[in-house]
């Protein structure tokens, strides 16, 4: 008889821990909870945990939870996480992805809070717009950046080569890199990194010959010739030294540590104006941004300011009204913005600019400078890029390396790639 | 320990009080309950962590799957595509078998080296065979591996000890031709369950054996070929087969080698690699699902080869 007895008070007793573990969160819950996840370095999470904190302070009851994690680790734990019915309530979004989870149906479209909780009526309207999908907004772009050269001063001074300037042409661009290589002041040192694999890059030479990546409808916007015309120019660029070689431009994981430049490798790196603060963080030489080279002197610009990440909110989110009003202190509030500066991109909202202007370091006036000042270089905001985007960025990289180790011509090179990437967007 | 045995005996004498009806269960759950209460975690493991996943993987192999929406049934298209029309599944298949092709024979023919110098009564042996098997504890780690990124990058410690020789390396880990060596000779270094096992088999080995056969005036040579290799195969067979099966999962120093993308030009791309960038890099969840059940496929084919050729080779005694 002792049996039963014991088993049914271990029952009860059991009853009663699972009844106090289903309601004792909701016991506490009295305070509306908001879950944040975002990509990005140790500085990054530091701000916006404060901003976080400064959110806490004017809102009363509400309990922030904020995560971070690299780039690449990113996008695996939000796809589960959204899979798993547990997405946090405001994600920051990739332009990459956005088309993605929108049409997905991860995200919370936003229009209704336009006016009311979203206060984003300053914006420039073209980085609004970059953040809909079918005509709804899924995403308030955190900053505007636009990609960007990374130029090592320090190596072009001692290799007696003047700097780039907007004016720069390829060929130039190119000379510029066989004097640095051939002035020999370090050891293992080129004047250019190899850009034949960097998306942003092929983008902006596309741009400069009136095409682009991919099309409104989500199709390849070049041709075979494009890519073929693409690698040669880079494959002249290996054989006359200017830039790195295969083997050693394959060490770059398209992050900023591993960029031939911040390996000490090369002169020259590809990226983003905003990427500017961290790379300065960690190269010792002094880094400035210059524009990418025209095709030729009378070429128009092939930048766009492009909204550097968005914030968006989850389509199950149990408060998304206070997602959006945390998005929204978070691009409007000045207090916020001095918090920010400009390491997600330059604000969008006109006033947030002004008043963090004065608060800049040189950095964020560079990279502030930069994106203003791109003026004739810059044209119109590309349509988001679409589903299987990320795809056809490896794909670009591969065909770029069977080309630099020479298992492909330039010539193959275009073909394949333009090939690969139909079949990549046919599959979406 | 005494409480448990209580509660035991106390269960037990209860069960036996219950009318026939519920009797069987009850007398059951006397004779074994405890027992089924201690395997309780790996059973909420085995049901909940691993068979319930490959189940519902089986199912998903057969639906496109992009982890937001709701799976959507597609039949057998995704195993279609692998193999007709999905030239990286072959390319990963080429790295993956290079892999385990190279690695494995490399590894035990390393592991066994090294047991048979440590076998000879080396003074200290439990501190050398504590050393020797750290880094297999560590091997699979993303600390060594970044650390092995490191040794072989082009300007890393490889490279400035063969420029102490004259020798210009390579970058090893970012030229096609020889990305997959790196990888090969990080594995053969993880050699230390093998030697285990391997030391374990050869303190197996009746000494006697030795001793006569120097009698009868064989070499060390001779009698490594005609005692230790013959009763070692039963070990050799052991080994092999759980080497190779962990050779086709290999995953982590492909992934932060190449920085997740296999590269260059797919040279590291090992099977778990593309399957992971078809899950979560590329949403395909279903076609990830088909993948891996072609993976178990193949290990399960690799084994029952295995198993099939052992009773030409491997010898047990009676």
């Known amino acids: 008889m002792t049996h039963r007895i014991s088993r049914r008070s271990v029952l009860a007793g059991g009853a009663a821990l699972l009844s106090y573990a289903a309601f004792a969160p909701r016991a506490f819950s009295e305070e509306?909870?908001?879950?944040?996840?975002?990509?990005?370095?140790?500085?990054?999470?530091?701000?916006?945990?404060?901003?976080?904190?400064?959110?806490?302070?004017?809102?009363?009851?509400?309990?922030?939870?904020?995560?971070?994690?690299?780039?690449?680790?990113?996008?695996?734990?939000?796809?589960?996480?959204?899979?798993?019915?547990?997405?946090?309530?405001?994600?920051?979004?990739?332009?990459?992805?956005?088309?993605?989870?929108?049409?997905?149906?991860?995200?919370?479209?936003?229009?209704?809070?336009?006016?009311?909780?979203?206060?984003?009526?300053?914006?420039?309207?073209?980085?609004?717009?970059?953040?809909?999908?079918?005509?709804?907004?899924?995403?308030?772009?955190?900053?505007?950046?636009?990609?960007?050269?990374?130029?090592?001063?320090?190596?072009?001074?001692?290799?007696?080569?003047?700097?780039?300037?907007?004016?720069?042409?390829?060929?130039?661009?190119?000379?510029?890199?066989?004097?640095?290589?051939?002035?020999?002041?370090?050891?293992?040192?080129?004047?250019?990194?190899?850009?034949?694999?960097?998306?942003?890059?092929?983008?902006?030479?596309?741009?400069?010959?009136?095409?682009?990546?991919?099309?409104?409808?989500?199709?390849?916007?070049?041709?075979?010739?494009?890519?073929?015309?693409?690698?040669?120019?880079?494959?002249?660029?290996?054989?006359?030294?200017?830039?790195?070689?295969?083997?050693?431009?394959?060490?770059?994981?398209?992050?900023?540590?591993?960029?031939?430049?911040?390996?000490?490798?090369?002169?020259?790196?590809?990226?983003?104006?905003?990427?500017?603060?961290?790379?300065?963080?960690?190269?010792?030489?002094?880094?400035?941004?210059?524009?990418?080279?025209?095709?030729?002197?009378?070429?128009?610009?092939?930048?766009?300011?492009?909204?550097?990440?968005?914030?968006?909110?989850?389509?199950?989110?149990?408060?998304?009204?206070?997602?959006?009003?945390?998005?929204?202190?978070?691009?409007?509030?000045?207090?916020?913005?001095?918090?920010?500066?400009?390491?997600?991109?330059?604000?969008?909202?006109?006033?947030?600019?002004?008043?963090?202007?004065?608060?800049?370091?040189?950095?964020?006036?560079?990279?502030?400078?930069?994106?203003?000042?791109?003026?004739?270089?810059?044209?119109?905001?590309?349509?988001?890029?679409?589903?299987?985007?990320?795809?056809?960025?490896?794909?670009?990289?591969?065909?770029?390396?069977?080309?630099?180790?020479?298992?492909?011509?330039?010539?193959?090179?275009?073909?394949?790639l333009v090939n690969e990437v139909t079949q990549i967007l046919s599959r979406g | 320990m005494a409480a448990v045995q209580d509660t035991a005996v106390v269960v037990g004498a209860g069960a036996k009080a219950r009318p026939a009806a519920q009797g069987r269960w009850a007398s059951i759950w006397a004779k074994h309950g405890a027992g089924y209460m201690f395997l309780l975690?790996?059973?909420?493991?085995?049901?909940?962590?691993?068979?319930?996943?490959?189940?519902?993987?089986?199912?998903?192999?057969?639906?496109?799957?992009?982890?937001?929406?709701?799976?959507?049934?597609?039949?057998?298209?995704?195993?279609?595509?692998?193999?007709?029309?999905?030239?990286?599944?072959?390319?990963?298949?080429?790295?993956?078998?290079?892999?385990v092709v190279l690695s494995v024979p490399f590894k035990l023919a390393f592991a066994l080296l090294v047991a048979i110098l440590l076998d000879r009564g080396v003074r200290g042996l439990t501190v050398y065979r504590a050393i020797f098997y750290l880094p297999s504890l560590l091997g699979g780690s993303v600390a060594i591996a970044v650390l092995w990124r490191q040794l072989f990058a082009g300007d890393g410690l490889i490279n400035s000890l063969l420029a102490q020789f004259g020798i210009e390396g390579p970058s090893w880990i970012s030229h096609p031709n020889y990305s997959i060596w790196t990888l090969v000779v990080l594995s053969v270094w993880q050699f230390g369950s093998p030697m285990i096992i391997f030391l374990a088999g050869l303190r197996q080995i009746p000494t006697d054996m030795y001793e006569a056969a120097s009698l009868d005036g064989a070499l060390k040579f001779r009698q490594f070929y005609k005692i230790t290799l013959p009763l070692l195969t039963p070990v050799i067979f052991f080994n092999a087969v759980v080497q190779t099966i962990d050779a086709f999962k290999a995953f982590t120093p492909a992934f932060i080698i190449s920085g997740g993308t296999g590269g260059p030009i797919n040279s590291t791309l090992f099977y778990t690699l593309y399957l992971y960038q078809e899950a979560f890099g590329n949403f395909r969840m279903g076609y990830a699902s088909a993948l891996a059940w072609i993976l178990v496929l193949i290990i399960a084919l690799f084994t029952a080869f295995s198993f099939l050729t052992s009773r030409y080779w491997v010898h047990y005694d009676d």
Not at chain 1, 94 to 114: H, K, T
Not at chain 1, 330 to 354: M, Q, T, Y
Not at chain 1, 382 to 403: D, F, I, K
């Open chain 1, 32 to 416: 509306a909870r908001l879950r944040l996840l975002w990509w990005g370095s140790q500085t990054r999470a530091d701000r916006t945990n404060k901003v976080s904190e400064l959110f806490k302070t004017a809102n009363p009851g509400v309990a922030i939870n904020g995560e971070f994690l690299g780039w690449s680790d990113y996008w695996p734990r939000l796809a589960t996480q959204v899979a798993g019915g547990n997405a946090p309530d405001v994600i920051q979004m990739d332009y990459r992805y956005i088309v993605e989870y929108a049409q997905r149906g991860a995200l919370a479209p936003l229009d209704s809070y336009l006016g009311s909780v979203l206060k984003v009526e300053d914006f420039d309207q073209v980085q609004i717009k970059g953040g809909s999908v079918d005509g709804k907004l899924y995403g308030i772009s955190l900053g505007a950046n636009s990609t960007a050269m990374m130029v090592n001063t320090v190596a072009f001074e001692e290799a007696g080569v003047d700097l780039p300037t907007p004016s720069t042409t390829w060929d130039d661009l190119a000379r510029m890199g066989i004097e640095i290589t051939k002035a020999g002041k370090r050891k293992g040192y080129y004047g250019l990194s190899d850009g034949s694999g960097v998306e942003p890059l092929l983008e902006n030479w596309l741009r400069q010959r009136g095409k682009a990546l991919f099309t409104a409808d989500g199709k390849i916007a070049y041709g075979a010739n494009d890519g073929a015309e693409w690698f040669a120019m880079w494959q002249k660029m290996r054989e006359d030294k200017a830039c790195v070689p295969a083997d050693i431009q394959a060490l770059d994981q398209f992050n900023i540590e591993t960029s031939p430049l911040s390996l000490g490798k090369a002169a020259t790196s590809y990226a983003h104006s905003n990427q500017l603060v961290g790379y300065q963080a960690i190269n010792k030489d002094k880094i400035v941004l210059s524009s990418h080279a025209l095709i030729s002197k009378d070429a128009k610009g092939g930048h766009y300011r492009k909204p550097s990440m968005f914030f968006s909110v989850s389509a199950k989110s149990s408060d998304p009204e206070l997602g959006a009003k945390y998005v929204n202190f978070f691009v409007k509030d000045p207090e916020a913005a001095k918090i920010l500066g400009v390491e997600r991109g330059v604000p969008e909202s006109a006033s947030v600019r002004e008043a963090l202007a004065p608060s800049l370091d040189d950095l964020g006036r560079a990279a502030l400078d930069y994106v203003s000042g791109l003026g004739a270089l810059a044209g119109d905001l590309p349509p988001p890029p679409p589903s299987g985007a990320g795809e056809a960025e490896l794909a670009l990289r591969s065909v770029a390396e069977q080309v630099a180790f020479g298992q492909l011509d330039a010539k193959q090179g275009g073909e394949t």
């Open chain 2, 41 to 99: 975690p790996w059973l909420i493991g085995f049901f909940g962590l691993t068979l319930g996943p490959a189940i519902a993987s089986l199912y998903l192999s057969f639906t496109s799957f992009d982890l937001i929406r709701a799976p959507e049934w597609v039949g057998a298209a995704n195993y279609v595509r692998i193999a007709t029309a999905d030239p990286k599944f072959a390319a990963a298949m080429r790295v993956t078998f290079l892999y």
